[in-house]
């Protein structure tokens, strides 16, 4: 018998973070870990360091809920007595969180693993719970945007892409790059460690295009409390079905992952992010494409931003990952605003 990397050590370590998986489904991703390891050991990575990696997000993720848990958080003012919340989890996207007169809305919801977590920060800075939530939005597929979505009252939107890639089990649904293998294991890892929840019955956004801010087209518009919200297709670049959100009265401007600002990570959810990129090789299912991307959404907002100014306002950018930004002079991505921090630990 062939003599497998994924040992029986190596199993007993991650045990606990798969258990979710059936028999069958757990025989899968080993088979699917073992290539994995040996593609990118091809690819220069030593496959001790490639286990390490994958059992670093079990470890990361046991480490950072419950009393672990810890977070920054920005608290922005918004007009008509509401406020945004920005929540920088201990790992991957922000949980926006916006509370209104008439109820909360989530727009990407953080893993599964820190809804807890996250309803036991927001009692505790009186910001109330969950269950006023009104309305929620995933802008992709990913665990970290769309995790927790099972958990809220009200079924989540999202793009009908983002339906079929999270149905296909795989990041890397409908975007052939050759590297199907390790989008798949890599998704499996974190969709089970990270105890990803979707409710069967989500709701579909529309995606024919009503008119376009540059390359992007804006699909659908949604309304809530007195706010609303345009919904503009990605090209793709990071994943398939991937969703950003401009809400013009209020100057936000939601990009999911296209734009993060990783230089306000705190060193230890860089160094965890920076596992995604890893294991992949890249997160973005289409490097060239999500540099595009980059690009024309830092030329619409210098746009928009210049526009808002005459007015005295200013474009608030929400990344993906990290710290709500302005644009500075030289145009590059500054925190909006000193983050909040909150521990679950001292409370
Ligand atoms: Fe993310
Ligand atoms: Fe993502």
């Excluded at 929540?87 to 727009?107: A, R, S």
């Excluded at 309803?119 to 269950?131: Q, Y």
């Excluded at 956004?205 to 659908?220: A, M, N, Q, V």
């Amino acid at each position: 018998m062939q003599e497998m990397i994924l040992d029986t050590d190596f199993l007993a370590r991650i045990a606990p973070y798969i258990e979710p998986l059936t028999d069958e489904e757990r025989s899968i991703y080993i088979a699917e870990g073992e290539e994995s390891v040996k593609i990118r050991a091809e690819e220069g990575m030593p496959p001790g360091d490639y286990l390490q990696l994958v059992e670093n997000i079990g470890l990361y993720l046991g480490k950072t809920t419950g009393e672990g848990f810890e977070s920054h958080y920005q608290k922005i003012s918004l007009p008509g007595s509401k406020t945004l919340l920005v929540i920088q989890l201990p790992g991957g996207g922000n949980l926006n969180v916006f509370l209104t007169p008439v109820g909360k809305m989530i727009l990407d919801t953080g893993y599964g693993c820190y809804y807890k977590d996250c309803e036991r920060m927001l009692k505790t800075i009186g910001a109330g719970d969950f269950s006023d939530v009104g309305f929620v939005v995933c802008t992709h597929g990913d665990a970290d945007h769309c995790g927790a979505s099972g958990y809220f009252p009200v079924a989540p939107v999202m793009h009908p892409v983002t339906r079929a890639l999270l149905d296909s089990g795989t990041r890397g649904y409908a975007s052939p790059n050759g590297r199907e293998i390790l989008e798949k294991f890599y998704t499996t890892t974190i969709n089970t460690y990270s105890r990803m929840y979707v409710p069967d019955e989500v709701r579909l956004c529309k995606t024919e295009p009503i008119r376009k801010h540059g390359l992007f087209s804006i699909i659908d518009e949604f309304t809530f409390a007195d706010m609303r919200f345009e919904v503009w297709a990605s090209l793709g670049g990071h994943i398939a079905g991937q969703i950003f959100l401009y809400e013009p009265d209020e100057g936000l401007l939601f990009t999911s992952d296209a734009l993060l600002n990783f230089a306000t990570l705190t060193k230890e959810r860089a160094n965890y992010s920076s596992i995604a990129d890893s294991m992949i090789g890249s997160v973005n299912v289409n490097s060239e494409t999500a540099r595009i991307e980059r690009r024309e959404l830092m030329r619409i907002a210098k746009e928009m931003d210049d526009d808002l100014k005459k007015s005295g306002r200013r474009l608030l950018i929400c990344c993906g990952h990290g710290a709500v930004s302005i644009l500075d002079e030289k145009g590059m991505l500054s925190p909006y605003s000193e983050p909040w921090y909150y521990s679950a630990k001292s409370c």
